[in-house]
């Protein structure tokens, strides 16, 4: 392996983990196959459906807003590491997000995608691809791809628990007693 043969070329493989983040929170290119299951289904597009109530609503001990909060947190610390970091993260500081109203939602939407931007900009500008950073970057898709799952459960739960919400409040104010 010495003289190049059997090894990846840096393009080659930045390319391939930002081809999947890009699919993990863009969604996949149109017209083309997808790494998961559901197509043209990427983070981006999932929180876009959802409203601030419908994020901050708890789902077994945590919600979209937090999943959503502690996704971002993780790309900034990952690129952080990536880039020569060395001093520990509170990975509990991560969840502080819980709830939010509309306008902290919207904030948060944006700061996620800011996140995501700065992230492949971070692969990108990356010349060292030491045996650390590689594992770092197949770890920053394997998370993130298991937050989009989570936000996707978590939204169907949302989505339905607004529906039933909106169907008890027209049944309580169609009944006459």
């Given at each position: 392996?010495?003289?190049?043969?059997?090894?990846?070329?840096?393009?080659?493989f930045?390319?391939?983990?930002?081809?999947?983040?890009?699919?993990?929170?863009?969604?996949?290119?149109?017209?083309?196959?997808?790494?998961?299951?559901?197509?043209?289904?990427?983070?981006?597009?999932?929180?876009?459906?959802?409203?601030?109530?419908?994020?901050?609503?708890?789902?077994?001990?945590?919600?979209?807003?937090?999943?959503?909060?502690?996704?971002?947190?993780?790309?900034?610390?990952?690129?952080?590491?990536?880039?020569?970091?060395?001093?520990?993260v509170?990975?509990?500081?991560?969840?502080?997000?819980?709830?939010?109203?509309?306008?902290?939602?919207?904030?948060?939407?944006?700061?996620?995608?800011?996140?995501?931007?700065?992230?492949?900009?971070?692969l990108?500008?990356?010349?060292?691809?030491?045996?650390?950073?590689?594992?770092?970057?197949?770890?920053?898709?394997?998370?993130?791809?298991?937050?989009?799952?989570?936000?996707?459960?978590?939204?169907?739960?949302?989505?339905?628990?607004?529906?039933?919400?909106?169907?008890?409040?027209?049944?309580?104010?169609?009944?006459?007693?």
């Open positions: 392996m010495e003289n190049g043969k059997n090894q990846i070329e840096r393009d080659h930045v390319h391939g983990v930002a081809y999947l983040l890009r699919e993990t929170f863009e969604g996949p290119p149109d017209g083309q196959g997808s790494a998961y299951l559901d197509r043209g289904i990427g983070i981006f597009s999932t929180l876009e459906e959802i409203s601030a109530r419908q994020a901050s609503l708890d789902f077994h001990g945590t919600t979209v807003a937090a999943q959503t909060e502690h996704a971002k947190f993780y790309l900034d610390r990952i690129c952080e590491f990536i880039s020569g970091r060395t001093k520990p509170n990975w509990e500081d991560s969840w502080l997000i819980e709830t939010v109203n509309e306008s902290e939602w919207e904030a948060l939407r944006g700061s996620t995608k800011k996140s995501y931007e700065s992230t492949l900009q971070c990108d500008s990356l010349t060292d691809w030491s045996a650390d950073n590689i594992g770092m970057a197949m770890g920053m898709i394997a998370h993130s791809a298991y937050h989009l799952g989570a936000v996707r459960q978590i939204a169907k739960f949302a989505a339905h628990a607004g529906e039933a919400g909106r169907s008890e409040s027209a049944s309580a104010s169609a009944d006459p007693a």
